[in-house]
Each structure stands twice: as structure tokens, then as C-alpha cells.
């Protein structure tokens, strides 16, 4: 079974430092792909950064980073230069490598639980 | 990034009552739309999973006959709670993905009350 795990229920950082928030998955297929969202307090999921299980580089945009380490299943997220709009719930997620009826693949993502992260002025 | 849209935010309707929540693609053809629902301060949870034309995939758990969905076109997939009770009152999200393409994109985001 494929699953996420993210150990930190909250995590609290300084303005202007960088902060990491950890994910570890579990999976036996060789293809996947991970996701880091943002889920402000408003509720809508906000698409962050994208990594590829065969992707060769770590995934960057902008001030996130996503730090791939394929042997250690991790996929933990990197935040720079941290800004008060940066508090929020950020989830881990894989896509799973379900297959339809006609093999074709589902695409759904599975979630982590969440790390609130919060930015302290 | 794309645009999903998701109507209505916010609804509050009276036990046994349905309630009729949409989600649209506004710049992307989607071929796969999932649903979601969210408890507070937990994660999200897989409902459904629909490709347009055809039935709706659903998760383990899940009533179909509860939860009726409908992804009639390419942008446009709906999530009907029928005969809602108190304990079905969540929020609920959509997610909507090209074919082919590699993240999803979300809603907004609907909370229901059902009192």
C-alpha cells in the first residue's frame, strides 16, 4: 500500500529564515510523482512544487525547493526566506499508480496529514 | 497555473435536503476529476474519482447512492449530497487534471452545514 507520512503536526520559523518540513513515502511502484500543497486558512489547495521519481535534479520554484532523496524515500519541502503569508497547512502527496478498468492510470493523489507551519515576525 | 472553479463556497441546508456542489475547469479540457472531503484539521480523503462519460469511481466506504456524481462534460463535474444529514457536513474539494499532465488543480473549496 502506498502511503505518505508527514511527523510534524506544526512547525514554527522566524521571519526571513528557511524552513524545512519533512514527507516520507512508501511505495513498490518505480514510477510516482510527489506534490507539496499550501492550504491557507480560506481552504483552497495551492499547488507548490512537483518532483518525478525519475527526475535526475531536485525540483525548485521560486522560494521552494524540494529536497529528493529517492533511496531514503523523502521528498521533504524547503521554504526560503520565510514570509508572514507563508503560514499555512502544507501537505506531502504522491500520486498513486492506480489503473482503471483499461490500465490507464487514475492520476489520484494521496495525502499526508499536514504540517501547520507558522511565521513568527 | 489552471483554473478550477468551485461553486458554492460556503452552504448550509437543513438535514434531508440536497445539495448540488460543481466544479469547473475554466481554461483546460479535464479528462479526471476527483472529490475530496476534508475533516477539520485532518487530511484530505479520496470520495471519487470521475472521468467524463463514464461512472464514477468511488472509494471504499463511500456511498455512491449518497454522494452522486456527475462529469458530464470536460469542464464540468458535479458532486450532488443527497438527503444530507448533520454528519455529512465537511468541507469538500475538488481537483481537476489534464490528461497527461502531471499536478492537479483545485477548487476553492465548499463547506457544507447541514443543520
Known amino acids: 500500500a502506498q502511503k505518505i507520512t508527514q511527523t510534524q503536526p506544526g512547525m514554527f520559523v522566524q521571519e526571513k529564515e528557511a524552513v524545512t518540513l519533512d514527507c516520507t513515502y512508501d511505495?513498490?511502484?518505480?514510477?510516482?510523482?510527489l506534490f507539496w500543497y499550501k492550504q491557507p486558512s480560506s481552504g483552497e489547495m495551492i499547488f507548490l512544487i512537483y518532483?518525478?521519481?525519475?527526475?535526475?535534479q531536485n525540483a525548485t520554484e521560486g522560494r521552494y525547493s524540494l529536497n529528493f532523496q529517492k533511496a531514503r524515500k523523502s521528498a521533504n519541502l524547503v521554504i526560503s526566506a520565510s514570509q508572514l503569508g507563508d503560514s499555512a497547512m502544507y501537505f506531502c502527496?504522491?500520486?498513486?499508480?492506480?489503473?482503471?478498468?483499461?490500465?490507464?492510470?487514475?492520476?489520484?493523489?494521496?495525502f499526508g496529514k499536514g504540517t501547520k507551519l507558522s511565521v513568527k515576525p | 497555473g489552471a483554473v478550477v472553479s468551485q461553486h458554492p463556497s460556503r452552504v448550509i441546508c437543513k438535514s434531508g435536503t440536497s445539495v448540488k456542489i460543481e466544479c469547473r475547469s475554466l481554461?483546460?479540457?479535464?479528462?479526471?476529476m476527483f472529490w475530496y472531503r476534508q475533516f477539520p484539521k485532518q487530511s484530505l480523503m479520496l470520495m471519487a474519482t470521475?472521468?467524463?462519460?463514464?461512472?464514477?469511481?468511488?472509494e471504499q466506504g463511500v456511498e455512491k447512492d449518497k454522494f452522486l456524481i456527475n462529469h458530464a462534460s470536460l469542464t464540468l463535474s458535479t458532486l450532488t449530497v443527497t438527503s444530507a444529514h448533520p454528519e455529512d457536513s465537511s468541507f469538500y474539494i475538488c481537483?481537476?487534471?489534464?490528461?497527461?499532465?502531471?499536478?492537479?488543480?483545485f477548487g476553492q473549496g465548499t463547506r457544507l452545514t447541514v443543520v
Open positions: 481537483s481537476a487534471r489534464r490528461g497527461g499532465a502531471a499536478e492537479a488543480f
Open positions: 511505495t513498490s511502484d518505480p514510477s510516482y510523482g
Open positions: 518532483q518525478g521519481s525519475y527526475d535526475q
Open positions: 502527496a504522491m500520486r498513486e499508480a492506480r489503473r482503471d478498468d483499461y490500465g490507464g492510470s487514475q492520476g489520484n493523489l494521496i
Open positions: 481554461d483546460f479540457q479535464a479528462t479526471t
Open positions: 470521475s472521468n467524463e462519460g463514464s461512472k464514477a469511481t468511488y
